[in-house]
């Protein structure tokens, strides 16, 4: 059984950093695209960033050159690390796990974590 299992939200102001870790278990990290999706209320989830099994990433435009990807397969653990954060970047953050190459949008990615809190306050 995948299970994903996110942490590292919270509340923080304008210009601050926070990084969200993902651990996964039942899926080796190696072997799947990791994604990492956000929902602001009342929007539909948006693609952030993804890393794929060899180690490509991808960034959204919008938190391009503020968001970092990576992973640790000896931990079976990614990571968003997340600067200059701003109050628009406020919403729940969610990790997944995909067996689609490049994936990107939403339903290619099979398996999601709980979700944890971003907010940012002005």
């Known amino acids: 059984q995948v299970q994903l299992v996110e942490s590292g939200g919270g509340l923080v102001q304008a210009g601050g950093s926070l990084r969200l870790s993902c651990v996964v278990s039942?899926?080796?990290?190696?072997?799947?695209?990791m994604g990492w999706f956000r929902q602001a209320p009342g929007a539909e989830r948006e693609f952030v960033a993804r890393?794929?099994?060899?180690?490509?990433?991808a960034h959204a435009d919008i938190v391009k050159g503020r968001f970092t990807i990576s992973r640790d397969n000896a931990k079976n653990t990614v990571y968003l690390q997340m600067n200059n954060l701003r109050p628009e970047d406020t919403a729940v953050y969610y990790c997944a796990t995909s067996l689609t190459l490049l994936a990107r949008k939403a339903d290619e990615y099979d398996y999601w974590g709980q979700g944890t809190q971003v907010t940012v306050s002005s």
């Open positions: 039942g899926r080796t990290l190696s072997s799947t695209i």
């Open positions: 890393v794929t099994k060899f180690g490509i990433t």
